[in-house]
């Protein structure tokens, strides 16, 4: 089984803080096998973070946190950025042109762009996986909620620590049984439901900092833009 970490977001996401070089240090420094970095509709930060993996004994997975006109997707293994705001399942489809696969991060949490309000049931089915424990919750409920959801449909699962910083790299891990210790191998276990996840909630106050912080970074970027 490898330890796989699929949801984290570097500085170049409009919310993240750190570069992929200290996300992949904590990621090797936790024990984790291979590492999805996954920006917000960003791609260049992660496909240099595959490209660097191994040079810390990782495994990269390319990809990015697309946000499509219902909400947010992880395209994982992608080969090329994935285009934003189109219909969820065209986004799902341009996902696959690009080589990846289909998670869905968070979809019952509607005030963090969860898809769950938007989709029907058959639509949130049609992904390759349901991310069913994302660390960043406050009561769990929409943990379980996405769980059951995806047991009851016998959906492959996974979990991310939607990491914001460093540090946090590492709370929720998905355990992935592959044929191939590589990429290609990762993605046809976690399609094939050979996951089994493990998690632990992200320290409220840290939750805090990573919004807090995605907040002022956002302020930044629109300043920025308006000069």
Known sequence: MLSVELHTHS???YDGR???????????????????VTDHDEYEASARAAELAPDYGLIGIPGMEVTSAAGHVLALGIGEPVPIGRPFGET??????????????HPFQGSRSG??????????????AIEVYNSR??????NRKAESF????????????????????????????????????????IVAGRTSVEGRRTPWHVSFRQAAGGAKRRVKNRLRDLL
């Open 150 to 189: 995806a047991r009851e449909r016998d959906l492959p699962m996974t979990a991310g620590s939607d990491a914001h910083i460093a540090e946090m790299v590492g709370q929720a891990i998905t355990r992935v049984d592959p044929d191939t210790d590589d990429l290609p191998g990762i993605l046809d276990a």
């Open 92 to 105: 799902l489809d341009r996902i696959h042109d690009a080589g990846g696969i289909a998670v869905i991060p």
């Open 11 to 13: 500085s170049h996401s």
């Open 18 to 36: 750190d570069p992929v070089e200290m996300l992949l240090e904590q990621a090797a420094a936790v024990g984790a096998d291979a590492i999805a």
């Open 115 to 128: 898809v769950a309000p938007h989709v029907s049931e058959a639509e949130l089915a049609s992904a390759d």
């Open 137 to 142: 919750l406050l009561t769990g409920r929409a």
